[in-house]
């Protein structure tokens, strides 16, 4: 028995293995509890054990689907625990369906390509950094899909730059203030102790501010394939600066690629992100996007006065009601919905496009976000409450 | 305090949990039982998360009714902070004190601040009090919607839930001499953060079967009729199926049943479905799509799901 439980812990730890290559972050603390666990709960059937195994190494629902696909393969293929188990109970375990689920592929791929995957080399870009004053100027106009790949490198850097001051919001917190509005009784006594209780000098507590939450909604259709790339490096920036910050990509699908825009690296961040998204390019179907953020994401994002970016260019492929009563709700649920249309470049841009038209009465903000001048203008409307800059209803005037 | 029965010791084995849950007719699922059974072997603090009504608050009332623990609850909210949380001083107290000790004359700056500072006049809140020894035993310390209480608060509970000792500066260390067992749940409005849940053991509790639901519903609901029960359950469950903005969670099967139960229902009619909606789902849009035809065409599913099975 002392050998099979070695056995035991060794499989336990190449399984920790397994999941961590299939993408759920596990420690060794967790391996060292899955073995306190094991131990704990004896070696029964084998849904005590895979129970067992979950409550340790499973800290997010959706690691769920993963690590059950990595269970069935990993102790399929290695066939132990059904011996061990097999051993001690008088029954076998009954045959597993063989239908593929989701998740399967990830895990497989996983566990079956190996650790060997190889970095893919990255181009290496010589950029001259050091542009005249007027270059900056044209720099700072140019319209991003018309830029070569020396300027958006330029531009890469120049959004890096970009100092991003902060909007604040009052929380519900207190903290020591000046001229707060609340008296500090803890700090107004322990003062007053100092000088004997003699003396009682009132300290205050006022509201702590915080910079509310960004959400931001992008889309990555074809449409609007010569400015993701940019935009993504726009909110990694904002990610790094502002620490709250949701990331969603959509096409004809929701992504959300919030942690892998947390690597510090901006290139990193990025290749993380199109590791996870698959539909780079294709259509746009915002109604069905909105819809799924709205089920899923909403209700868990948009907390302490948030503000949404909506990155789109509204050419919706097939616009209909849903799409009024998805931008509808999302607007209702946030604090500030602003929508960024990089189709808003053209001056003579008229909200004629129907998804447009649907959409534009239900945002507070309509700004365009084509070049740099127009980006550091939103860092700009960030940082003020309540500006009205981008009142959208003048753009739906300009067509009536 | 309320009255409990005699304190029980923790269940030794997984059917053991099972059946103490049981015994408070809460009808758990394996994977359930299991998290909590190692839960309370291990002394780790039970994380659950899951949709709004599916039982995680009930668990930890379960756990202190059936093992005759006390049950300290500490409810989440924006800006919850020390004072709160953990402890705070009685200043007026304080304060009549200082000027009490004034009148009599007395000078010792040192000793006042002792005095004034000495646990007669410490406010405990739950945190606090989870940490105290209890004859009956450790307490169940509640932590209900975390995802309510912003990070800052999440953060302080990381250092108490790695040691089970808070610092009162006046006073000193407190420190448990047993851990309170820990259950922390959230209905995920928003990311726990990963250092919190590293230290807890996850359970995702998701919504019931058709067949478990129905034994909830037998065991809450004593009065209803067996061809009620069951409708309102698979009716529920088909419900689920249905793209909601939100789904009815379990608290809201057992209160339609209740509802139904109470307007003296024996089976459920379109009608009468339309006129309890309200009690099922919670949003205008959801109540909007399944009232009418709706309601009806699931009815007619159920009806006939419930007929083939006899």
């Known amino acids: ?400 | 305090m309320k009255q409990t029965p005699a304190p029980r010791s923790l269940p030794a084995s997984i059917d053991a949990t099972l059946d103490l849950l049981a015994t408070a007719d809460y009808l758990a699922d394996r994977s359930l039982a299991t998290v909590l059974f190692l839960a309370l072997k291990m002394g780790r603090p039970l994380f659950l998360e899951g949709e709004a009504g599916v039982g995680k608050t009930e668990i930890a009332k379960v756990l202190s009714s059936t093992l005759g623990r006390r049950l300290i609850r500490l409810q989440c909210y924006e800006g919850l902070d020390v004072a709160a949380a953990v402890y705070e001083w009685n200043y007026a107290a304080q304060m009549i004190a200082i000027r009490v000790a004034e009148a009599e004359g007395a000078h010792d700056r040192g000793r006042l601040e002792s005095d004034v500072f000495s646990e007669r006049f410490l406010i405990k809140r739950p945190l606090l009090q989870a940490l105290e020894p209890d004859p009956a035993g450790a307490p169940v310390l509640l932590i209900d919607e975390l995802d309510r209480a912003d990070e800052a608060f999440e953060a302080f509970l990381l250092e108490v839930l790695a040691d089970f000792a808070v610092t009162v500066p006046e006073l000193g260390t407190v420190k448990a001499a047993q851990p309170p067992i820990v259950v922390i749940t959230s209905n995920r409005t928003r990311e726990i953060h990963d250092a919190l849940k590293r230290r807890c053991l996850y359970h995702w509790v998701g919504y019931p079967n058709a067949e478990r639901e129905l034994k909830i519903v037998r065991a809450k609901v004593p009065g209803i009729g067996k061809a009620l029960s069951e409708q309102v359950v698979h009716f529920v469950q088909a419900l689920r199926k249905e793209d909601m903005f939100k789904a009815p969670g379990v608290a809201e099967t057992l209160d339609w049943a209740a509802a139904l139960t109470e307007l003296d229902a024996v089976a459920l009619d379109p009608a009468t479905v339309s006129d309890t909606l309200g009690v099922l789902l919670k949003y205008q849009d959801d109540i909007a799509r399944i009232e009418g035809s709706k309601a009806k065409e699931l009815l007619d599913d159920v009806r006939a799901q419930l007929r083939a099975a006899e």
């Open chain 1, 1 to 400: 028995m002392a050998e099979q439980s070695g056995r035991l812990a060794e499989n336990i730890v190449y399984f920790a293995r397994a999941l961590r290559a299939a993408g759920i972050p596990v420690g060794p603390g967790a391996v060292l509890d899955a073995l306190a666990a094991v131990d704990a709960a004896g070696v029964g059937t084998r849904d005590d054990f895979y129970w067992t195994l979950h409550a340790v190494f499973v800290k997010r629902h959706e690691h769920s689907v993963l690590f059950e696909q990595a269970f069935r393969i990993f102790f399929r293929r290695r066939g132990y625990l059904d011996q061990l188990l097999a051993s001690m109970l008088p029954q076998t375990p009954g045959k597993e369906e063989e239908t593929p689920k989701p998740g399967a592929q990830r895990v497989q791929e996983a566990l079956l390509s190996g650790l060997a995957e190889t970095e893919r080399p990255k181009p290496d870009v010589e950029v001259d950094a050091r542009l005249t004053v007027s270059d900056r100027e044209v720099l700072q106009r140019k319209d991003f899909a018309q830029m070569s790949a020396a300027e958006i490198a330029a531009a890469k850097d120049a959004i890096k730059r970009l100092v991003l001051s902060l909007d604040e919001v009052k929380t519900r917190r207190l903290a020591p203030h000046r001229h707060g509005h609340l008296i500090d009784i803890r700090r107004t006594l322990r003062a007053s102790l100092k000088a004997g209780g003699a003396v009682i000098d009132l300290k205050y507590l006022g509201p702590r501010t915080k910079s509310p939450p960004i959400v931001a909604l992008l889309d990555i259709s074809g449409s609007m394939s010569q400015y993701t790339r940019l935009f993504l490096h726009f909110l990694h920036a904002v990610t790094d600066a502002r620490k709250r910050v949701h990331t969603f990509l959509f096409g004809t699908r929701l992504t959300n690629v919030t942690r892998a825009l947390k690597a510090k690296d901006p290139d990193e961040a990025l290749a993380a992100c199109s590791a996870n998204v698959a539909d780079w390019s294709g259509g746009t179907r915002i109604a069905t996007s909105l819809h799924a953020f709205n089920k899923l994401w909403a209700r868990r994002v948009l907390t302490q006065g948030a503000i949404v970016l909506l990155i789109t260019d509204g050419l919706e492929r097939d616009p209909d009601d849903r799409l009024a009563f998805e931008i509808d709700r999302l607007h209702r649920s946030c604090r500030r919905l602003i929508w960024l249309n990089p189709l808003l470049r053209f001056s003579g841009f008229e909200a004629k496009a129907k998804g447009i038209r649907t959409m534009v009465p239900h945002v507070d903000e309509l700004r365009p976000i084509h070049n740099l001048e127009s980006m550091a203008g939103l860092v700009q409307a960030l940082s003020e409450r309540g500006a009205r800059a981008g009142d959208p209803k003048a753009w739906l005037e300009k067509v009536a």
